[in-house]
């Protein structure tokens, strides 16, 4: 029965570090399988590259007659490097990224005049048949039609032999199925609200760009120790499993020498992002074992999230090469630390300026106090709208676990902002006399060092950190698409920014004050009202959640209340405001959300029973016979005598009944719950049952399943350990 664990253990023996082919300098490759900048001067025509170029930067939309000649020359340049295919590439809300590949290859209908094709109306839009793809109740499934529309912001790229085009996915009737379509609106409000507020500062700023550098945290199990384990297979992380006598207590893995097995894995992807274009830069052990991250050069906040998308996609593809699987789930292992996604989050001027890097001169470091006040001054009204944007299953097993920020929402700024902030709090109201203006530019704006880096850094407790130049959420999940997370973070930038602007200007005409006079006067509101949002301590502390419960800061711990958030009233509003989604569209999110909240713990409560009634309890009786044999030959030899010479024997087959008699009456019990739960219509009461109902009996199954693997010979044990899938490398 063990044999499978046992024929992955031997497998894994033999494994050798796979050889990487050596490609060209990172400098040289970078970026030759993406249809950029170079690529379009190549192989577009002057105004077909004007045309791609001004879409890309402007919003402006492509006529018929160059979309032709545009997708003219992306084919020529496809062919030239030996593609066959092409494809949409979009995000759905599967949380995967989609793709159904077309050969340019076509014929006439006899069959004759076989040539390549590729024309601008299937460069610009596509209809899949799309009605297996999550909708939340949008496009009837008898109307099950929704086309994809391609993205110039995000150029295409070559993956393998397809061409792949970003498009987004939007339902018949104009409404986003996607996660990319309300990112874009996110993105183009955000640039809008925060390029008026920068005339402020500088009239030549034309553009306001968002910019995200995420990390990407993951571990990496031998390929055939993962396919022996059915709980990895079909959930992507272990769902029971007792902890290895060694875990991560020596912190002997965190930066420590990568090993070659894995450095060759991360040396082929990475010559894999190259081609595509992905800027990656960092890459390192973290602190779990066989847990590795891999960082990226910031850029444009859309493309980075496709660059995160893809890059995902290629991860899983390369580790197959090297007999890896990556496990992206938040919390593969109860015991050692799960995996996180920073979002390094800032905004850019068409200028060169980011927006939340501090100046030389006090006006430049008025802007950078502007930008940085409204970012907390958003985070404050919108706290919960931010902690759902983060809220999935698999995301409520890190959050609040004394690994990664709490689910409470706090912002952590460091010392010396803290002092600049309580300094403008002193601003007198109304008009600044000269005297006070000269001295709050000279001691508190004008000494706003440049280089905050180092006393920003350090708290890892805080969800939402500022960390020198940009703030960096770290609450998101490692297998989370960002777009969730930027959606919200630049839809309330965007609201914050406009709302700001109104403040000022209502002062500067209302008023008659001078423009950096109204912009003090309302900075030190906000400075006075977000308090509560502000914190420095420890994240971790259950000081903390009391304390955050006095300020009425929300702690959502799990999905479906978290969730909730995202369809308030303010919230609607908010989207709706500001053109991200409209009503329909949000309610249909968060009908999807509920959903996959509920399949993904159906789908463990399912696979637990499985394993525990079928693999454990039968290997647990089979060991108990063992035993008893072994009792029934100590009674023959021994005679009335026996039971002092079987008392430990008899101890153990005690315990392993109560075990069995535990998972069995558990398991039972769970499924009775998952069928309640599966009556209910309501999808929030559903997710709701699954989250209090079904879930806490995981715990309950797994500690008897976790007893029973200690007390069972590991010769029968058929559930490759824990030691085995971390150590293993
Ligand atoms: P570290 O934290 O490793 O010392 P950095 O603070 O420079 O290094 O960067 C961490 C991450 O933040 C990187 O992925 C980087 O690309 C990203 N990052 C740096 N500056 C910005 C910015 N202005 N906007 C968005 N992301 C940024
Ligand atoms: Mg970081």
Same mark, same amino acid.
């Given at each position: 029965?063990?044999?499978?664990?046992?024929?992955?253990?031997?497998?894994?023996?033999?494994?050798?570090?796979?050889?990487?082919?050596?490609?060209?300098?990172?400098?040289?490759?970078?970026?030759?399988?993406?249809?950029?900048?170079?690529?379009?001067?190549?192989?577009?025509?002057?105004?077909?590259?004007?045309?791609?170029?001004?879409?890309?930067?402007?919003?402006?939309?492509?006529?018929?007659?160059?979309?032709?000649?545009?997708? @003219?020359?992306?084919?020529?340049? +496809? #062919?030239?490097?030996?593609?066959?295919?092409?494809? =949409?590439?979009?995000?759905?809300?599967?949380?995967?990224?989609?793709?159904?590949?077309?050969?340019?290859?076509?014929?006439?209908?006899?069959?004759?005049?076989?040539?390549?094709?590729?024309?601008?109306?299937?460069? /610009?839009?596509?209809?899949?048949?799309?009605?297996?793809?999550?909708?939340?109740?949008?496009?009837?499934?008898?109307?099950?039609?929704?086309?994809?529309?391609?993205? $110039?912001?995000?150029?295409?790229?070559?993956?393998?032999?397809?061409?792949?085009?970003?498009?987004?996915?939007?339902?018949?009737?104009?409404?986003?199925?996607?996660?990319?379509?309300?990112?874009?609106?996110?993105?183009?409000?955000?640039?809008? +609200?925060?390029?008026?507020?920068?005339?402020?500062?500088?009239?030549?700023?034309?553009?306001?760009?968002?910019?995200?550098?995420?990390?990407?945290?993951?571990?990496?199990?031998?390929?055939?120790?993962?396919?022996?384990?059915?709980?990895?297979?079909?959930?992507?992380?272990?769902?029971?499993?007792?902890?290895?006598?060694?875990?991560?207590?020596?912190?002997?893995?965190?930066?420590?020498?990568?090993?070659?097995?894995?450095?060759?894995?991360?040396?082929?992807?990475?010559?894999?992002? @190259?081609?595509?274009?992905?800027?990656?830069?960092?890459?390192?052990?973290?602190?779990?074992?066989?847990?590795?991250?891999?960082? $990226?050069?910031?850029?444009?906040?859309?493309?980075?999230?496709?660059?995160?998308?893809?890059?995902?996609? /290629?991860?899983?593809?390369?580790?197959?090469?090297?007999?890896? &699987?990556?496990?992206? =789930?938040?919390?593969?292992?109860?015991?050692?630390?799960?995996?996180?996604? =920073?979002?390094?989050?800032?905004?850019?001027?068409?200028?060169?300026?980011?927006?939340?890097? $501090?100046?030389?001169?006090?006006?430049?470091?008025?802007?950078?106090?502007?930008?940085?006040?409204?970012?907390?001054?958003?985070?404050?009204?919108?706290?919960?709208?931010?902690?759902?944007?983060?809220?999935?299953?698999?995301?409520?097993?890190?959050?609040?676990?004394?690994?990664?920020? $709490?689910?409470?929402?706090?912002?952590?700024?460091?010392?010396?902002?803290?002092?600049?902030?309580?300094?403008?709090?002193?601003?007198?109201?109304?008009?600044?006399?000269?005297?006070?203006?000269?001295?709050?530019?000279?001691?508190?704006?004008?000494?706003?060092?440049?280089? #905050?880096?180092?006393?920003?850094?350090?708290?890892?407790?805080?969800?939402?950190?500022?960390?020198?130049?940009?703030?960096?959420?770290?609450?998101?999940?490692?297998?989370?698409?960002?777009?969730?997370?930027?959606?919200?973070?630049?839809?309330? @930038?965007?609201?914050?920014?406009?709302?700001?602007?109104?403040?000022?200007?209502?002062?500067?005409?209302? &008023?008659?004050?001078?423009?950096?006079?109204?912009?003090?006067?309302?900075?030190?509101?906000?400075?006075?009202?977000?308090?509560?949002?502000?914190?420095?301590?420890?994240?971790?502390?259950?000081?903390? +959640?009391?304390?955050?419960?006095?300020?009425?800061?929300?702690?959502?711990?799990?999905?479906?209340?978290?969730?909730?958030?995202?369809?308030?009233?303010?919230?609607?509003? #908010?989207?709706?405001?500001?053109?991200?989604?409209?009503?329909?569209?949000?309610?249909?999110?968060?009908?999807?959300?509920?959903?996959?909240?509920?399949?993904?713990?159906?789908?463990?409560?399912?696979?637990?029973?499985?394993?525990?009634?079928?693999?454990?309890?039968?290997?647990?009786?089979?060991?108990?016979?063992?035993?008893?044999?072994?009792? &029934?030959?100590?009674?023959?030899?021994?005679?009335?005598?026996?039971?002092?010479?079987?008392?430990?024997?008899?101890?153990?087959?005690?315990?392993?009944?109560? =075990?069995?008699?535990?998972?069995?009456?558990?398991?039972?019990?769970?499924?009775?719950?998952?069928?309640?739960?599966?009556? #209910?219509?309501?999808?929030?009461?559903?997710?709701?049952?699954?989250?209090?109902? /079904?879930?806490?009996?995981?715990?309950?199954?797994?500690?008897?399943?976790?007893?029973?693997?200690?007390?069972?010979?590991?010769?029968?044990?058929?559930?490759?350990?824990?030691?085995?899938?971390?150590?293993?490398?």
């Amino acid at each position: 029965m063990s044999t499978f664990r046992f024929e992955a253990l031997k497998e894994t023996a033999g494994r050798k570090p796979v050889e990487v082919k050596e490609l060209d300098r990172k400098s040289i490759i970078f970026g030759s399988n993406v249809f950029n900048d170079k690529a379009m001067r190549q192989f577009l025509t002057p105004e077909a590259y004007k045309a791609v170029k001004s879409a890309e930067q402007h919003g402006t939309k492509i006529d018929r007659k160059l979309a032709d000649y545009i997708a @003219m020359g992306m084919k020529e340049w +496809a #062919l030239s490097k030996g593609v066959t295919h092409y494809t =949409h590439w979009f995000q759905p809300l599967t949380g995967t990224t989609a793709e159904k590949h077309d050969a340019f290859f076509e014929t006439s209908f006899d069959g004759s005049d076989p040539v390549e094709k590729f024309g601008g109306s299937q460069l /610009v839009q596509q209809e899949p048949d799309a009605s297996s793809f999550p909708n939340g109740g949008i496009r009837n499934t008898f109307e099950a039609r929704g086309y994809t529309a391609w993205d $110039p912001t995000s150029p295409a790229f070559i993956y393998g032999t397809t061409l792949c085009i970003p498009t987004v996915f939007i339902s018949y009737t104009g409404e986003a199925l996607d996660y990319k379509t309300p990112l874009l609106r996110a993105l183009s409000a955000v640039d809008e +609200a925060a390029t008026e507020v920068c005339q402020y500062f500088d009239k030549n700023v034309k553009k306001v760009t968002a910019t995200l550098g995420w990390e990407q945290e993951y571990f990496l199990v031998d390929a055939a120790l993962a396919a022996s384990r059915p709980d990895i297979t079909l959930t992507g992380r272990t769902l029971l499993g007792h902890s290895s006598a060694k875990g991560q207590q020596l912190d002997d893995h965190y930066f420590g020498s990568i090993p070659t097995r894995v450095l060759n894995y991360m040396r082929d992807l990475e010559n894999e992002c @190259m081609l595509l274009g992905i800027p990656v830069k960092t890459r390192h052990n973290e602190v779990a074992p066989n847990q590795f991250e891999l960082a $990226p050069i910031f850029e444009e906040a859309n493309l980075a999230v496709d660059h995160n998308s893809l890059l995902m996609d /290629v991860m899983q593809k390369v580790a197959e090469r090297h007999n890896f &699987k990556v496990l992206m =789930h938040e919390k593969p292992f109860a015991g050692v630390n799960g995996s996180g996604k =920073h979002n390094n989050w800032s905004m850019a001027t068409d200028t060169g300026v980011n927006l939340l890097g $501090p100046g030389k001169t006090p006006m430049s470091n008025l802007q950078f106090l502007t930008f940085f006040i409204n970012t907390i001054k958003a985070v404050y009204t919108y706290e919960e709208l931010v902690r759902a944007s983060i809220a999935t299953a698999s995301n409520d097993h890190r959050l609040g676990a004394n690994e990664a920020p $709490p689910a409470i929402i706090s912002v952590f700024i460091g010392d010396q902002l803290t002092k600049v902030l309580a300094e403008l709090e002193g601003v007198s109201s109304g008009k600044l006399s000269p005297e006070e203006k000269t001295d709050l530019k000279l001691n508190v704006v004008g000494k706003i060092p440049d280089v #905050l880096l180092d006393n920003t850094d350090r708290n890892r407790t805080s969800p939402f950190a500022f960390t020198g130049n940009k703030f960096e959420f770290r609450a998101v999940g490692s297998s989370a698409n960002c777009a969730n997370a930027m959606t919200i973070v630049n839809t309330i @930038m965007a609201k914050q920014l406009k709302d700001f602007k109104k403040e000022v200007d209502a002062l500067i005409e209302g &008023k008659e004050m001078k423009k950096d006079d109204a912009i003090f006067n309302v900075l030190r509101e906000y400075i006075k009202q977000t308090k509560a949002i502000l914190f420095e301590g420890d994240g971790y502390s259950d000081a903390w +959640a009391e304390e955050a419960a006095k300020r009425g800061l929300s702690n959502h711990k799990t999905t479906p209340e978290a969730l909730k958030a995202k369809v308030s009233e303010s919230a609607l509003a #908010l989207f709706e405001e500001l053109g991200v989604l409209n009503h329909v569209e949000a309610e249909a999110r968060y009908e999807i959300e509920l959903e996959e909240y509920i399949k993904k713990i159906q789908i463990e409560g399912r696979v637990l029973g499985d394993i525990a009634r079928n693999h454990v309890i039968p290997t647990a009786i089979r060991y108990q016979n063992i035993i008893i044999e072994n009792v &029934k030959g100590l009674k023959e030899i021994f005679g009335a005598e026996f039971e002092s010479v079987a008392k430990e024997q008899i101890s153990i087959i005690k315990e392993i009944s109560g =075990h069995i008699a535990t998972i069995n009456s558990k398991v039972v019990e769970m499924t009775e719950a998952r069928k309640k739960a599966n009556a #209910l219509t309501s999808s929030e009461e559903a997710a709701h049952a699954y989250c209090f109902e /079904v879930k806490p009996l995981f715990d309950v199954i797994r500690k008897s399943c976790d007893k029973l693997e200690l007390l069972v010979d590991d010769e029968i044990w058929p559930l490759t350990k824990y030691r085995e899938l971390l150590f293993i490398r």
